[in-house]
């Protein structure tokens, strides 16, 4: 309770500011006994799957098959310091988003889980058995990490972590993405990749059918900080993905929620404290949590090993160069809006969730096509009673990329997610000398209906993605800010009048192409360049979190 008092005082300023700114599972009939067994068989996430939230590789089809794509488009605001430190632990002041009143959805009207499947703070980690796996160590919070390459394949294993946050009233987590019909809830996830680019070898088929290629730990933030299953993809059982409300840390919209990430001896520690409520939530990215690594067994073995382990943040510093090279986006300290799944479905959802009636909604109504999938009816739904699919939205058509953002119009649309730059250093009382606006629709657009962008060349590819009717979406968020004197908040979406003081020319903030190099699979250390982003690097931080 210390230290929460003291954060209340170091962030009465930007309170101030903020203030004026003003199941679908179920177990059915099954005994307790079978409920039981139910909740301790085996579960993972399936990236592979659309409608799930995994940090978007550079190239899907390398790890997940040919002609396979799960895309994941995460206009994003990365920052950047060569403060010691500012790679590994800092501080966040967090508004949570509130929905329009009412039960309905549909036309101009949506709620945050149509809007965003999660969104997230993240934060690149050592996995020493994820890809590259050409060295065996990484030095926790080293900026000896850094390694280009194009000098060198011998990269410590990366993993990337997304502290996300999940939108209530919809399908309950695991099926769907809520926890509660009213609260938001978030989890600790860490994505690795089993894969050895340099020697072409990924992990055993036997292996990676339980956990997956792209693996993630898991752990949903609770009350004690203790995981209520064990995290790790080996093994999770379906009581991991299960929301626990007599556990979890449950959160209001509306309420404000001081978020702090830093290391540890036993790994990545992440602290909620809800400064509305007055309740804290916590999680440790540790073996004692049930965290681990997927022991890197590629075939012909069957072996399929979890390794206890403690996550610990890869760098000191957050730069360009501090990034995960087998991520499409070129990130370190980020936050992320997970954007493009939501699409309405209007008439039959077969057995394994595609619907087989009309996508889309009012006027832009159209026959189903093959990005609706993981798809729900109604009935599914904790509260909002609206039937549609989570897949991946390539044709840019669904929800997302309509002007139903936050754009102060309360009674039909969501407020603002509002966030501050991060702070770091002793104390936390630093700021981050620069951002950078970042969006992957080059990589996303590349698997579209159309195919319009060339990541080899860059033609064809835009900020605002082509719809599966060759025109340019209906609208695409970018971020903006709100000052009110010195004290400063990021949101997303559309202007916000009365608040945004600054959209840094809307979506053209994500500037110009970005090159990227990565290894080639099976080119033994050889390389190759993508555009797979849009980056523009702001000279400063335009927004700093005064306490």
Known sequence: MKLFSHRLCLLAGTLGLVLLLATGFSLGGASRAQAAVLLQTHWHIDCSRPGTACTEVQDPEEVFGEGYYVGHDEPSVLFYSALPGSGNHMTYLLRLPTDPPGLSAGGNKAFNFQLHITFWFGMALCDTQSYPLQVSTCTPDSDRNIVDPAVSPNHPGTAYMELQFYPPGFVSWPQGNSCDARQWCAALTIDSLSEDPVHGTVLNPTCAAQTGLEYVNFAFITRDGRAQAPANPVQSTLATFTPDPRRDLFMNSGDFVLVKLGDTPHGLRVDLFDLTTGQHGAMTASAANGFGQVKFAPAPSTECTNIPYDFHPMYSTSSEATRVIWAAHSYNIAFADEIGHFDYCTGPIDASGICRGSEGTGSDLEPADSDDTA???????????????????????????????????????????????????PGDQQNYSRVAFESDTPRIEAADFNGQCNRDTGAGCAIVPNTDDGVPADFY???????????????????????????????????????????????????????????????????????
């Open 375 to 425: 798809c729900f009816a109604a009935t599914a739904s904790l509260r909002i009673q609206v039937s549609g699919c989570y897949g991946t939205n390539v044709g840019f058509d669904g929800t997302s990329y309509k002007p139903v953002w936050p754009d102060g119009n309360t009674r039909l649309h969501p407020t603002p997610i509002l966030f501050s730059s991060p702070r770091t250093g």
């Open 477 to 547: 968020p970018f971020f903006s800010i709100a000052h009110h004197g010195p004290s400063c908040l990021w949101l997303i979406g559309n202007d916000v009048p009365g608040l945004t003081t600054n959209d840094f020319g809307k979506t053209s903030e994500f500037g110009s192409l970005l090159k990227l190099t990565y290894l080639a699979f099976g080119g033994g250390g050889a390389t190759l360049q993508r555009y797979n982003d849009f980056r523009q690097v702001l000279p400063s931080n335009p927004c700093t979190f005064l306490a």
